[in-house]
């Protein structure tokens, strides 16, 4: 009998396991239950993001999946709290972890975009909104392709000076829209050996001036940026379920998370 191909699903799974295993222990403690590994929690985790789907729905489908079960070695099915606690432990330094090791696996050339975009809170409610006193009904997201996520309420060149400081040693030119069009960015870029090419705002013929005189065949690369704010939307949604700030910002670190383990397979 002729061996079956690996699918783009498995070869994520198996991916997503190896680098779970590189980032965290088997377990959280040693007074843990033991029943399943962080390793398998994360990669759940994972496909859920993957898959659009919910947790139900997922441990649903994976009971006619015995070759993703057997990837990570899962003998039986969690529940959906299981998994719904296993997010709410695992702390934002972990998917920080493994945020950066997602980005050695992708090829880099140096030339890194900078853009924001905005998420929906999608049960943010009116009556809860005017209940809790909420007047922000978006979440900013400032992403540098392909490396990090922030999410903030910012402006974009308030965001800008900490992804430069964070990560000097992966960025060699850094492409920017007139929000980033800050002296203080162009500074502190600089003093990184960072080369950045950001527009002026043009108020004045001088700033027009610099603007034409950009690399256009460089600069149109910011493209790839706005390429991957759509992507992450089209794919995992354009929104995020929790209502607590902190679940929000995993959430989306968790989708950058899975669309740098979807290009590298």
């Known amino acids: 009998m002729q061996t079956l191909l690996k699918s783009r699903l498995l070869r994520f799974v198996e991916e997503a396991f190896q680098l ?8 959280s403690s040693k007074f843990s239950k033991q029943r399943y590994t962080l390793h398998q ?3 759940l985790l994972c496909l859920k993001v993957r898959k659009n789907t919910t ?4 441990l649903d489908e994976l ?3 015995p070759r993703i079960r057997n990837a990570i070695n899962l003998t039986e099915l969690p529940s959906p709290s299981t998994l719904c606690k296993a997010f709410d432990r695992l702390d934002m330094a972990v998917w920080r972890v493994l945020l950066n090791l997602s980005v050695s696996l992708l090829p880099t050339n140096g030339v890194a975009g900078i ?3 905005g998420y929906d809170r999608s049960h943010a409610s009116k009556h809860y909104t005017k209940r809790a006193k ?6 900013k997201v400032t992403l540098l392709v392909d490396s990090k996520v922030n999410a903030t309420r910012k402006h974009d060149s308030q965001i800008a000076p900490s992804l430069i400081k964070r990560n000097p040693e992966t960025i060699d030119i850094l492409l920017g829209d007139k929000g980033y069009d800050d002296q203080k960015i162009r500074r502190l870029a600089r003093r990184h050996e960072i080369r950045p090419l950001i527009k002026h705002r043009e108020f004045t013929p001088l700033h027009k001036a610099w603007n034409a005189r950009l690399d256009a065949d460089l600069y149109g690369q910011r493209s ?5 704010n759509s992507t992450l939307k089209r794919k995992y949604g354009a929104f995020v379920r929790s209502r607590r700030w902190w679940k929000q910002f995993r959430e989306l670190a968790l989708a950058c998370l899975v669309h740098n383990l979807d290009q590298a397979i």
């Open 55 to 58: 947790y139900r729905t997922l």
């Open 134 to 139: 909420l007047t922000i009904q978006q979440l």
């Open 224 to 228: 790839q940026s706005e390429t991957v």
């Open 41 to 43: 929690h994360i990669v």
């Open 63 to 65: 009971i006619e999946m």
């Open 115 to 117: 853009d924001a975009s």
């Open 20 to 27: 779970a295993q590189r980032a965290v222990a088997r377990y």
